[in-house]
T-cell receptor, first 117, second 113 residues
Framework: AQKVTQAQTEISVVEKEDVTLDCVYE???????LFWYKQPPSGELVFLIR??????QNEISGRYSWNFQKSTSSFNFTITASQVVDSAVYFC??????????????FGTGTRLKVLA | GAGVSQSPRYKVAKRGQDVALRCDPI?????LFWYQQALGQGPEFLTY????????KSGLPSDRFFAERPEGSVSTLKIQRTQQEDSAVYLC???????????FGAGTRLSVL
């Protein structure tokens, strides 16, 4: 079965601290895609990154970095030197077209990040 | 438009009323998805369109839910005889093609009293 687990319900950090958000996924497919989205209080889901199952290279974009490890079925997200504007709910999502046939997302339950000034 | 547009942003309905939620995707995006997000939860898939064809409606919770995209652009999600359990945020997303990232609208928050 397809499943995404975000075990951390809420994390609070002080500004400038680094923080890692965990994501563990389950799928039977060998071809799949993983995503991270940010949902600020306004409600709109903001696309952060897309990663396919054949690319295990870690990625860095500014203060954001992602660690994809197929061996542990994890796709963790790290924010370096966090800022108050990073406060939001972050969702990890899985899309596997072979099983679903439609590229629909399976979302985790989200992690609420609070960055305190 | 520059992004996915949804209207209305907020809708209050009395139990038993019918509602219609509109989604205007990014121009040229072939794929369109509807999701339902309950309070404190992640979005859950409802239905998927490729152009005007509804290829997957496996997530629609009951036959009271109906979606259409007649010209392959704007989509409408209709809920008939609304119930309190239908209260949620309804998110629309579009994608250039299936494997690319989905771009979401701000959602419609439906409250059924």
């Amino acid at each position: 079965a397809q499943k995404v687990t975000q075990a951390q319900t809420e994390i609070s950090v002080v500004e400038k601290e680094d923080v890692t958000l965990d994501c563990v996924y389950e799928t039977r497919d060998t071809t799949y895609y993983l995503f991270w989205y940010k949902q600020p209080p306004s409600g709109e889901l903001v696309f952060l990154i897309r990663r396919n199952s054949f690319d295990e290279q870690n990625e860095i974009s500014g203060r954001y970095s992602w660690n994809f490890q197929k061996s542990t079925s994890s796709f963790n997200f790290t924010i370096t030197a966090s800022q108050v504007v990073d406060s939001a709910v972050y969702f990890c999502a899985l899309s596997d077209a072979v099983t679903s046939g439609t590229y629909k997302y399976i979302f985790g339950t989200g992690t609420r990040l609070k960055v305190l000034a | 438009g520059a992004g996915v547009s949804q209207s209305p942003r907020y809708k209050v309905a009395k139990r038993g009323q019918d509602v219609a939620l509109r989604c205007d995707p990014i121009s040229g995006h072939v794929s369109l998805f509807w999701y339902q997000q309950a309070l404190g939860q992640g979005p859950e898939f409802l239905t998927y369109f490729q152009n005007e064809a509804q290829l997957d409606k496996s997530g629609l919770p009951s036959d009271r839910f109906f979606a259409e995209r007649p010209e392959g652009s704007v989509s409408t999600l209709k809920i008939q005889r609304t119930q309190q359990e239908d209260s949620a945020v309804y998110l629309c997303a579009s994608s250039l093609q299936g494997t690319r990232g989905q771009y979401f609208g701000a959602g419609t928050r439906l409250s059924v009293l």
